[in-house]
């Protein structure tokens, strides 16, 4: 990410947005000093290269739609309603388009495009210039419904034991059939000592888990050298300095004299692109592509390179584990070694959280627009199922229980005899 473009959006200039790595749907489930955040996804390149579009675009009416329908309704509405409760109001004009576009960007059927009227913009605009406060979870729609992509580590949400897979059925007293992202973001963010109330359903069961938000602190990289031989190095999230942080952590394992490495992405949701990029480079020769944003024709496609850092000892076997908690930048890093026979994945399929957002300016308004998907190197559309590990071993409720950790215990014997 170019420095000035972090700034930019960090400091509230609202011009770039993002190619998700960071996905919107972590940062509205974070919340940020208001209160908010985001997800989804998300793709890479934090909050970068969404520019807000308004000036150039055509809005001159398409003539192959025939509007009839549309203000039939709208005349009817406006002649025939009536208000049934003494407190509400009729729309006014402005509302009633802003619903039309809102319905107009959910007839898609994508949970990432979605249109947000002045008043959220602005308040999703002011939320990107505070600190952190939330709950800390990345959320995302999987197959219609509102699902925990991963906990961030040592988070109130983790804390209160939400896990990957968690599938959100009330926020408060809320129902969630239906709800996007967005929406829940809404519910979910709040001022650091409130609270909030998940009804989540897990493994077929209906569970309440009360959450008391409070500043979240993204917790980055850390590195153990297990007593199998094995380097471990666990990932939990795409910052902006998780390259240099990566770097050190490989100059300890070189010093470790190990050629068995593991990494740990395991309920990582994702972050900046450049870091997922920048960290493939120790693996993947220089020019070797890692990942393709896919316009599918509607512009030029772009294919992010290896930079070809190195610094891999010869000989080293490398292992990923993976879950359902896996999304967006660590699904490009896992995509990426797996297509090029670097590292073999273990554990269980990724989100799949593999595409990109833009923002186009409506008077006021703002519509996230999906214009793109990830692809990894081989091809393959990181939102399609997401990526399937190599060694596929799932993680019980047992496990949990007895505190064990199979997906772990079997990389580590991959790497150790090769089997």
Do not use: C
Not at 235 to 257: H, V
């Amino acid at each position: 990410m170019n420095p000035s473009e972090e700034t930019n959006v960090l400091s509230g200039s609202f011009t770039k947005l993002a190619k998700l790595g960071v996905s919107l749907a972590l940062m509205l489930a974070i919340g940020f000093a208001g209160g908010v955040t985001v997800g989804a996804a998300g793709g890479s390149r934090m909050l970068t290269n969404l520019p807000l579009l308004g000036d150039g675009l055509d809005a001159t009416p398409d003539a192959s739609a025939d509007l009839a329908d549309f203000w039939k309704a709208w005349n009817a509405l406006n002649e025939r309603f009536v208000q049934t409760q003494a407190t509400s109001t009729p729309p006014s004009t402005e509302s009633k388009i802003w619903g039309a576009i809102q319905g107009l960007a959910a007839s898609y059927g994508d949970p990432y495009t979605v249109f947000m009227p002045p008043t959220e913009a602005k308040k999703f605009q002011d939320d990107i210039r505070g600190d952190f406060q939330g709950v800390g979870m990345e959320i995302g729609v999987k197959e219609g419904v509102l699902t925990v992509i991963a906990p961030l580590k040592g988070t109130p949400a983790e804390r209160a034991g939400l896990r990957s897979g968690d599938k959100i059925i009330m926020i408060d007293k809320t129902s969630t059939d239906g709800m996007s992202t967005d929406v829940a973001v809404k519910l979910i963010r709040g001022e650091k000592g409130t609270t909030v109330t998940f009804m989540i359903l897990r493994d077929g069961e209906s569970l309440q888990i009360q959450v008391v938000r409070d500043t979240i602190t993204v917790p980055t990289i850390e590195t153990k050298l297990d007593e199998s031989g094995v380097y471990v190095i666990s990932f939990y999230s795409f910052t902006a300095n998780s390259s240099q942080l990566f770097s050190k952590a490989m100059a300890d394992f070189r010093k470790s004299g190990s050629t068995k490495l593991m990494i740990d992405l395991r309920s990582n949701p994702g972050g900046y692109l450049e870091s997922a990029v920048s960290i493939a480079s120790h693996f993947l020769p220089k020019g070797a592509a890692v990942v393709t944003e896919d316009y599918k024709g509607k512009q030029e496609n772009v294919v992010h390179r290896s930079r070809g850092i190195g610094g891999l000892p010869k000989g080293t076997k490398v292992v990923i584990l993976i879950d359902q908690g896996s999304a967006s930048a660590s699904e490009i890093l896992a995509g990426a070694l797996q297509d090029a026979n670097v590292a073999t994945l273990v554990g269980t399929r990724s989100f799949g959280k593999g595409s990109v957002q833009e923002l186009v300016e409506i008077n006021g308004g703002a519509l996230k627009v999906t214009i793109a998907r990830w692809l990894t190197p081989a091809g393959q559309s990181i939102s399609d199922g997401g990526l399937s590990p190599d060694i596929e071993v799932p993680y019980t409720k047992e496990d949990r229980e007895a505190k064990a950790d199979p997906q772990k215990a079997r990389g580590i014997q991959f790497l150790t005899t090769g089997k």
